[in-house]
């Protein structure tokens, strides 16, 4: 320990990067994240700084953290998977929508603009990872007891999930009066974040360390670098979806 400096928070590095790539021509960025399932502890903080981030209602869920049992008993162990939208490069997805609701932006996120989505859900059909849910308006506070001073905080739930989504920078209203619910919905990595210079929630929010983002056209990034490891794979990726997320085994 003596004379030696302690190593740099990745988180650290991320933030220089991220501002490296927000000073450069948009055209030539390409976002993307690595998830370390080494180093996942399935604590699901992600998913909830990500609900939480993005007003997400009951059964609209961005990042599940998924789980696997490994090895033969008595040699057993679990595994980690959290699955946010891939941002896939050739996007099943996108094909579908009847309305043109849904595309690819120049940093290669898949958006949706929840003002032409018409909830058919097709979108939700042609997705081979599941990553696109439909929003029903529910309110996690609908089935908690009403009576004053039975619930502490009750009140200020409510109220809490009746704000703003901040999705796509954009106010779009109380929740239940409007979109986003009635339409699909999904991961854009946080792009309401990216342009006021902050990571994704899920990354900021990693308990583990074990998800990373940056550019991958940036050679000196730790995504890129990461996407390079021999460790490093991604899901279903015989369907030649190419993936933006990519996994560390
Ligand atoms: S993971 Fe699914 S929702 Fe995301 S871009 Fe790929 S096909 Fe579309
Ligand atoms: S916050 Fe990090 S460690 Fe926790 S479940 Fe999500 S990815 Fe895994």
Known sequence: ???????????????????????????????????????????????????????????????PVMEEETGTYPNVGRRFLPRPCMQ???????????????????QGVTVI???????????????????RCSDFGGFYTSR???????????YAARAYEQQNAPEYAK???????GSPVGNARKCHFCLHRLEVE?????????????TYFGDRTDPGSLVSELMGSPRAYALKAELGTRPNVHYLA
Do not use: F
């Open 1 to 63: 320990m003596s004379g030696s400096l302690p190593m740099e928070d990745p988180l650290v590095r991320m933030y220089r990067e991220l501002k490296r790539a927000l000073a450069k021509d948009q055209s030539q960025v390409k976002w993307a994240m690595v998830i370390d399932q080494a180093k996942c502890i399935g604590c699901h903080a992600c998913a909830v700084a990500c609900a939480s981030e993005n007003r997400l209602g009951p059964g609209v869920v961005y990042r």
């Open 88 to 106: 896939c490069e050739n996007p099943p997805c996108v094909s579908v929508c009847p309305v043109t609701a849904t595309w690819k932006n120049a």
């Open 113 to 131: 603009d929840y003002t032409r989505c018409i909830g058919c859900r097709y979108c939700l059909a042609a997705c081979p990872y599941g990553a």
């Open 144 to 154: 908690t007891p009403q009576e004053p001073g039975l619930i502490q905080g009750r």
């Open 171 to 177: 106010s779009w209203g109380q929740r239940g009066k």
């Open 198 to 210: 902050q990571l994704p929630s899920c990354v900021t929010s990693c308990v583990g360390r074990a």
